[in-house]
């Protein structure tokens, strides 16, 4: 029984399971927290029928995609329009394989790092996957043989290709400050505090504004969705793809955000790390931010003014109470904090996304265009030069 | 385990690269050779390259093969008709193939036929060697290619150009 539970195998499928499971899940309440914020960024309450508060939106938006009819129109070119999501989506869910959510956790006598697997050359990896991620795009807006996708498929090709460069560069800077390509070394090259994480300690502001816009534009997303700019393309690239298929393109475009979310934490803002050491009481952050929503959501359900809010925010305080009390539980507060820390970095640069989507307008073509070659790539380029001058300077 | 994803990997390259030949349309040859592109990255990957093997996917299959797709894409080039073949090439192209690939295989089994090939212990493959030799024994070359590669860019803006005076 031990051989087993120590197998190499063994874990790797328990881990990939678990990992599987919560991406999935996190998939679609990402998309239920993007239209509750953007719903209250224009003051309307958002998805509020199915379920209390509408949280259980996102499965009735499951059971209507899949049990949708799944239409292939006549005129596609059949092989290439059947391999275009799964191309996408693959390609989406692949490069979560090689990113770390904290230290190692110990599950009984087994201890095991929460990663699937550390490739040492882990963030080329990342970079490898996303960049054949545009295959899948390209290959639908052109299979779709319809004006429209294909024009949304070659817009989407050019700016990925055109901003994959001043990513590139960007990503390039906090690796020659961390001198390595694996993402766990990464973290631990950057841990104790904020002064040390590449963003501060390795001044790395510039590069990593610079990584933020071409995430954004790398997954599509406004200001820069022309791709899929509905009122000029209809949908753009997804315009002939129904049910599953559809679904497959919008699993990949928010795993995309999260991979993205996830490297500018790793790369920038120091992972799993605390913003302060814990002997100065950053242990106690998480429990005091649920317990505060608790004592708020108790606070507010004496004077619920809709129907339900009288029942459903004491029970919502009581469930924040629960979880804060779960952070002060010593037994698991050694992988409970990190993993803490790195999902509220990880989620900051979400809700990024998703307020940015609902502030700004979109981009014109030819501006979004020269915006990466005359701006955005001379800045990479000269950030990485004197990064790489600093770098050398210190060394020698 | 090494050996059977060697056979998959290199059965899958040999067959795309027939692929890229025989299809008449420019978009499935052209995703047939960023099939090659993804074996070759595997077996690189089996040797215990994973940086060139990493190289290979970014660079190749994809920087280079999506311009290829999205050029093929901007000019909505359509299937080719097969035209009729010279007699000479039906008479001759498979005995010259064979006799092709047997030359190649008899000097590859001259030249390495003894360096038994190990998988995974390829120790010169990561980041650090590569560049090391890139700026020191490969520095001439190197930056020769560089230079060859902004030569090409200027071409191309003037070639561009032209056409807006």
């Known amino acids: 029984m031990d051989a087993l539970l120590d197998s190499f195998i063994f874990i790797t499928v328990i881990k990939a399971l678990v990992i599987f499971a919560v991406l999935m899940t996190t998939l679609a309440y990402l998309q239920w927290v993007e239209r509750k914020v953007i719903a209250h960024i224009q003051v309307r309450p958002g998805p509020y029928r199915v379920g209390p508060h509408g949280l259980l939106q996102p499965l009735a938006d499951v059971i209507k995609l899949v049990t949708k009819e799944d239409l292939i129109p006549p005129y596609v070119n059949k092989v290439f329009y059947l391999m275009a999501p799964f191309l996408a989506i693959t390609m989406a869910l692949l490069s979560i394989s090689v990113i770390p959510f ?82 766990r070394k990464l973290v631990e090259t950057q841990t104790g505090g904020i002064w040390h994480w590449n963003v ?38 997804h315009t002939e793809y129904s049910s599953m ?122 501006q979004l265009m020269g915006f990466t070659w005359k701006f955005l790539f001379p800045v990479a380029m000269l950030n990485l030069l004197v990064t790489a001058f600093v770098v050398a300077l210190r060394t020698s | 385990m090494d050996v059977i994803l060697f056979l998959v990997f290199a059965l899958i390259a040999v067959v795309c690269a027939i692929n890229v030949v025989v299809q008449t349309h420019p978009i499935s040859s052209a995703l047939s050779l960023v099939g090659v592109m993804g074996s070759l990255a595997v077996l690189y990957l089996l040797l215990g390259a994973e940086f060139i093997a990493a190289a290979q996917v970014i660079v190749y299959a994809g920087a280079i093969m999506v311009l290829f797709i999205f050029v093929i ?55 650090k060697e590569i560049g090391q030799a890139l700026f020191t024994t490969y520095l001439l070359p190197f930056e020769v290619t560089s230079l060859l590669i902004l030569v090409a860019i200027v071409g191309a803006i003037v070639l561009a150009r032209k056409e807006f005076d």
């Open chain 1, 102 to 183: 904290g230290p190692t956790i110990a599950v009984g006598p087994v201890r095991t790092w929460m990663q699937l697997t550390d490739l040492n050359i882990g963030v080329l990896f990342i970079l490898a996957v996303s960049s054949m991620g545009v295959y899948g795009i390209a290959l639908a807006g052109w299979a779709s043989n319809n004006k429209y996708s294909l024009l949304g498929g070659l817009r989407s090709s050019a700016q990925m290709i055109s901003y994959e460069l001043p990513m590139s560069l960007a990503i390039a800077s906090p690796l020659l400050i961390s001198n390595t390509l694996s993402l």
């Open chain 1, 245 to 366: 298929k559809f679904a497959s393109f919008f699993m990949a475009e928010y795993a995309n955000m999260i991979t993205v979310s996830a490297m500018a934490t790793l790369l920038f803002l120091g992972g799993w790390d605390a913003p302060w050491p814990a002997e100065y009481g950053s242990g106690l952050v998480p429990a005091a931010i649920f317990a505060l929503c608790g004592l708020i959501l108790l606070y507010h359900g004496r004077q619920g003014i809709r129907k339900w809010d009288k029942y459903t925010f004491p029970v919502f305080g009581v469930i924040f109470l629960g979880i804060a009390g779960i952070f002060l539980v010593p037994l698991v507060q050694g992988w409970l904090l990190p993993l803490f820390w790195f999902l509220a970095k990880t989620g900051a640069i979400l809700f990024l996304f998703i307020w940015i989507r609902g502030t700004m307008p979109r981009f014109r073509y030819d």
């Open chain 2, 73 to 127: 894409m901007l000019l909505n080039a359509g299937a080719e008709t097969r035209k009729g073949r010279s007699y000479m090439v039906q008479l001759l192209g498979v005995p010259l193939l064979i006799a092709f690939l047997g030359l190649a295989a008899f000097f590859v089994q001259r030249m390495y036929g003894d360096e038994a090939v190990t998988f995974g212990l390829f120790q010169k493959g990561g980041p």
């Open chain 1, 200 to 237: 501060i300690g390795g001044a790395q502001v510039v590069s990593f504004l610079i990584f933020l816009i071409a995430a954004f534009a790398e997954t599509n997303r406004v200001p820069f969705d022309l791709p899929e700019a509905e009122n000029e393309l209809v949908a753009g690239f």
